[in-house]
């Protein structure tokens, strides 16, 4: 079992930048891909970013790419979403989520099906 913790939200400008961060609870997670959803109040969990267990494939919304970073770092146990030039319509509940995945595809990655292991959400907010 993995537990998953979320750090790093909280109230921004619109155009400021925030650093999440997720780690998980007890165990590595170094063998595990990890990504990154958001769900704003009366909508979908949408698919932000993920990166493979390696670190070496990077998958983005299209949304997001450019403004959004995901990196991690193994041997912290840690990966993190750098979020830039952040607007209001950023403003969400953000969880992280942990998989095996065999075979890295961006088809694989944005498939919220794919991770065993979810985060309980840090909130992102953007005030204009």
């Known amino acids: 079992q993995v537990q998953l913790v979320e750090s790093g939200g909280g109230l921004v400008q619109a155009g400021g930048s925030l650093r999440l961060s997720c780690a998980p609870s007890?165990?590595?997670?170094?063998?595990?891909?990890v990504g990154w959803f958001r769900q704003a109040p009366g909508k979908e969990r949408e698919f932000v970013a993920a990166?493979?267990?390696?670190?070496?494939?990077?998958y983005y919304s299209g949304a997001m790419k450019g403004r959004f970073i995901i990196s991690r770092d193994n041997a912290k146990n840690t990966v993190y979403l750098q979020m830039n030039s952040l607007k209001p319509e950023d403003t969400a509940a953000y969880y992280c989520?942990?998989?095996?995945?065999?075979?890295?595809?961006?088809?694989?990655?944005?498939?919220?099906?794919?991770?065993?292991?979810w985060g309980q959400g840090t909130q992102v907010t953007v005030s204009s």
């Open positions: 007890g165990r590595t997670f170094s063998s595990y891909a």
């Open positions: 990166v493979s267990a390696s670190g070496g494939n990077t």
């Open positions: 989520a942990a998989g095996l995945v065999p075979r890295p595809s961006y088809r694989t990655f944005v498939a919220a099906g794919t991770y065993e292991y």
